[in-house]
């Protein structure tokens, strides 16, 4: 069946989005098999980032390359309506495991939406803005853009991340952690290691015990609160007592309270470690924080609707653990919209090799263009209503006057 065909009944409107998005149906799907097929990480997706500019070109948008600074970023507008729309476009592949998140989907229902969209801007009263914003996974490019502007002037904000199956597609009341990511550096003396071990300060030894300390800690810390880290360094010598050592962390909570608790207390663990053994220690930020999510309520109630309309279940279904997404930081000044959509049957977890086999098949790619209809007729369904269209419209988000002093 159709999305056409899922659309009958719905409307003038929602049925030529439906035959918008079939339209764009095999190309879209071409570009994100490619996307797929060449994984790039963060900052690095020259290539991906040229090809959706080009298929948005086609589509009839004006497209800006390089937004906020970043290479690989990118502005396509169509339409000058007083209510700005931004469909966020994610492309970043992961190290080794490549599009083991799906970024592939996110970019194929984001374009598929703003194309089949672009028609009707000038219906709808809407200037519609796909934003290609890089560096998802890590990097936080959505925070970079947002400091440098890329989002000034939108009234609402919307993308869509599939998952496996068993999460449910109804966003409101969903969130994601706030999670900062860090390098701890611990500075010893080297010395040799069978004539003088006595006269050195093993490093490595610092950061087996600082591994050890967050170990124990994660026995004292609530169950939705999480602690990752590795020894990026730890020696280059067995005869030498390492004199340097690097450990990689990052510290995850729903509400900022609590991960700034948890940060603390997790800084305490390589603290203890450096006094333990006399190395110096270091801790510096080596990303943007990214913030917990806020799905806007009026936003999630049209997607649900919308999946309901689409034949999906939308009764309460298990969420997410865990996780976090710089879209979080959007969420947090611009009303926006990031529901998670199972794959049905999809029993392997995001950022595994299974998943990324799964991000390529027909099942996903079904979904993909399921959610890239949602997404339209979600904004369809908002600009179409006065008092909704007016909410989003009256204060669409402006950087304040210090950070945009700072910016010129």
């Known amino acids: 069946m159709t999305l056409t065909d899922l659309a009958a009944g719905s409307g003038r409107l929602k049925t030529d989005l439906a035959a918008g998005v079939e339209r764009w149906r095999e190309r879209v799907l071409a570009l994100s098999r490619s996307l797929h097929a060449h994984p790039e990480v963060a900052f690095e997706e020259t290539a991906s980032s040229a ?30 309506g007083e209510l700005t729309v931004a469909l966020c476009v994610e492309y970043d592949a992961l190290p080794e495991v490549g599009h083991a998140c799906g970024h592939n989907l996110i970019a194929g229902a984001s374009l598929a939406s703003a194309l089949a969209l672009a028609p009707h801007v000038d219906e709808l009263g809407i200037t519609l803005k796909a934003i290609g914003t890089p560096a998802e996974e890590h990097g936080g490019g959505k925070a970079l853009l947002l400091e440098a502007g890329a989002f000034d002037g939108v009234g609402l904000a919307l993308m869509v991340h599939l998952v496996q199956d068993g999460v449910t597609c109804a966003p409101a009341g969903t969130s ?3 999670v900062g990511r860090y390098r701890a550096v ?16 093993n490093a490595a030894d610092a950061a087996v015990l600082s591994q050890v300390a967050v170990g124990l800690l994660r026995q004292q810390i609530p169950g939705d609160h999480r602690v ?3 020894v990026a360094e730890g020696g280059i010598a067995t005869n030498v007592i390492p004199e340097r050592a690097v450990v990689d962390f990052e510290c995850r909570a729903f509400t900022l309270q609590e991960y700034e608790a948890l ?7 390589f603290e203890g470690a450096a006094l333990a053994t006399g190395a110096e220690l270091t801790i510096e930020s080596t990303e943007p924080l990214y913030e917990p999510l806020v799905q806007d309520e009026t936003l999630a ?3 649900t609707a919308a999946m309901r309309a689409l034949g999906r279940d939308t009764s309460p279904a298990g969420r997410l653990s865990g996780g976090s997404t710089d879209m979080g930081n959007v969420s947090q000044v611009i ?19 299974g998943f990324t086999a799964l991000a390529d098949t027909p099942r996903a790619y079904r979904v993909m263009f399921e959610a890239a209809l949602a997404l339209a007729w979600t904004v369809a369904d908002t600009a179409t209503d006065s008092e909704q269209r007016k909410r989003f419209a009256t204060t669409p988000y402006r950087r304040n006057p210090t950070q945009e002093a700072a910016a010129t």
């Open 51 to 80: 090809a959706l500019t080009q298929l948005l070109e086609q589509g009839g948008f004006d497209v800006e390359r390089g937004t906020g600074g970043l290479p690989t970023a990118f502005t396509a507008t169509a339409g000058s």
């Open 176 to 178: 994601s952690q706030a």
């Open 186 to 201: 611990f500075s010893g003396k080297a010395a040799h290691a069978a004539a003088a071990p006595h006269l050195g300060v």
């Open 228 to 230: 990752a880290l590795f």
């Open 263 to 269: 940060l603390a207390r997790v800084r305490r663990c």
């Open 301 to 303: 109630a049209h997607w």
């Open 335 to 353: 009303p926006s919209l990031h529901p998670w959509l199972s794959i049905p049957g999809a029993d392997v977890p995001i950022h595994s090799h």
